[in-house]
């Protein structure tokens, strides 16, 4: 409803998106123009220029995108989804000239788990998840299903993957746990009939599919590590290999590569290796050309005939491969899950920071490139904050540490132990730099002092707990300190906002509401200031005496979970849990602007210290930024 | 511990490429080119330039590189033009016979005898061991007091006095004149008493008119006569108090 609503105010304009999710199979593919590359991000599909790297936002689905595929000629693009159990996941056909919706298919339950177009652009051929089991093929350009089938026996798992032969539009392959199929379509009749590839004594879980180009053969890679090869004609197991060197955490992804004459396979592991093999005769024996990557590859794509292909990782990475020298380089890289904070350096608009699991990432801004990466291995990083004068970084972490960086380097400067004993949620440091106010799970308010000593005839940092305040029963969410340094505020989840004195170390105000507070942001004339949460409310209270002054309803669903205020007081800026990006008047108190973009729940909104963009950050990693609609009066 | 590290030092460093001066073009340029473009080379069309050939007679001949003898040179004494002219010989006969009885040794001595001896040059001596130096230009010795008209006023001066005198003359002449251009009339003496004795007479020949009249005034004719001659005769005696009151008279012109 919400969204409907939306479109009636002026939009904000999109600059670009940093992000790319990796997890889908296949998620990343190189357009046949060999100019674009097309992957999605939650809710969108991205077409991006290789070279000037402009995007351009396919936005149409209702939940995060789960499958993408091409056609061969370039025209049609589709995506498939994933929605909530019960619910029906659109499969979405797309104009790749136009970048507009050509249909919408509506059918598989819950998810759709594949996808595929026939060579000729005439059929679709759709795979449903675990909770819908089915195959089924459409007419692109009737725009209509021709038939659907289960996609395998009772007795196999799901099917995963699914492509069409090369040289016949009615000829296709599935693949899947324990399960290996051909199927031919027979149109008069609307049916698909499958014959089952027999394996023989092998058991294999298939995750990818790779054609040859006569379609003599088809290959495939499983879970096992290895590959088969399967004669077309008799649907009969060929080749299994490389016996030896398997390839650890299976086969994800496969391609066939034909150089000088011969065919030799492009293999992407679940380890992160990105290896290629010889052909069938020698039961696909390893070269020399292999590669490892952080994380695993999740997708391969060549780009033309193959002198470059590219490579997506489940860890958000997009290398670009040279095939000839087999070198690898960085093209793009993302959050691969939830970003939970994001700050600028005060004032340098051309760098920020990004948090969230197991990394501290900072960023370059005209060029969207990261510079700096802090590694934290299986801890997820809360809040953070930089120094005033940037030379330290100061991160919350779930395991209850707070961390101390050096920002240039990303070497750690000093690390508070148990700080929170469920973890800290939330940072700030005052002023000055020497003092930090943490929020914890457990609903505490402390204050660190981080001093330098003399120890061992070496100069060490120091710290040490100043205070413990304890009023709040829940999560602290947010804590933001005052200008001045005599207060701070903390929002908490058990419905509290209280105002502290950091002199006293006492609570100068509380505010009560009936929500989970999310976020606050004070005013810059330090008087009022504004809070949000699952109430979907933004309220705002007066700092002396915390009385509310006025509540405002920001969302029509989903909670609010990002705040911030402009440098001359006068808009405001949430988003939440509804995917919008809104941006108010602060006195008079409604809506002038609206940014839809986030595929997914807007975690935290931070307007440039120059106010000349916004950078908004979401749960599905992505970062967003946004043109800043109105220009400074400086 | 480290050195202090500076989130803003991540921030990729702009390369700032010095742009290398242009590169130097000739501004005579055009014009080679210009000439370029002309068919004719004058060095082509010319030919290499027309000297006489070198005669075969003065090939390099021996010695002839090596420093010579400077040239002979005919002996001369160093005072041979000064030389009177040699003494005439014994045998020498006279030109036509003539013979001087001059007795030229005695009278060589005649005349130095009675000559006025040369005076000394004065001279003075200013160190112990007697450095000379004249006399006449150190100023010891009182030339100009020695001189006929030492003390007198130059004549070019009295000349000078003389002029300025003779100038100032004519400009204060020349300003009375102006200044008599400019002022009023003076009445001179006489004129003076020649006015004094017409108005005199003038009121005279009224006072007698007055005189003449009858004693009693019973027509208005009469009085009107009387008035105007008492009013003549008043008019006649207030300018003759004026003029014989004041000696000088100015007429305002």
Redesign the interface.
Known sequence: MSERKSHEFPQLKLESIIGFNGRSPSGLIVHPDREHIVYHLGYVVIVENINTQEQTLLSGHHNDVSCLTVSKSGRYLASGQIIYMGFKADIIVWNYETKDIHCRFTLHKVKVQALDISPNDKYLLSLGGQDDGSVVLWNISAKEAICGSPAQAVTAGVTLCGKFANTSDLLFMTGGEYCLRIWDVDLKNRKVRPTEVNLGPYKRIVQCIAVEEDDSYFYCGTTTGDILCVTMKTSTLNVIGPQKKMFSRGVQSLILVKTGGHLELLVGAGDGTVAIVKDKSTKFQRTKNSHKLKGSIMSLSLRGAGHQFFVGTDTSNMYRFNYMEFTCKLLNTGHSSAVNDIIF?AG?P??FLTCGAEQIR?W?TP?QKE??RIVVNNMTCNALD?AK???V?VSAWNDGRIRGY????G?IMYQIENAHNRGVTSIAFMSDAKRIVSGGGEGQVRVWEVS?GYTHK????KTGLVESMKEHKGCVTQIKVFPTDQHCVSVSTDGTCIIWNLEKFQRDAVLFANTLFQCACIHPDCCQILTSGTDRNVAYWEVVDGLQIRSLEGAKSGSINALDISADGKYFITGGDDHLLKMWNYDEGNVIFVGIGHGGSIKRVKISPDQKFIISVGEDGAILHWAYPIKSES | ??E?????????KEETTQSKPLRYISKHRPQVAEEEKQSKRPAKTMGPAKMPVPSTKNYLKKHSKEPGLPEKKPFKYPDDERKRPPIPCKKDVPLMGLKSNKNFVTENALENVTAIPRKPTKIYCDTRKGDKHLLQPSGLEPNYVQKTNYGEVPPYLKKREEEMKKAQEQYDAYISEHVKQGAMKHLSEEERESILAGLKKNWEAVHHDYQGMSVVTDTIMKKNIKERLEMMMKQLERDIEIIERHKTIYIAN
């Open positions: 350096p340098v051309k760098l900072v370059h060029s510079l700096l930089i004068d940037g030379s970084i050096y920002p240039e380097s070497k330098t070496k100069d060490v940092i | 511990m480290p202090k590290e500076y989130i803003t030092n991540l921030l990729p």
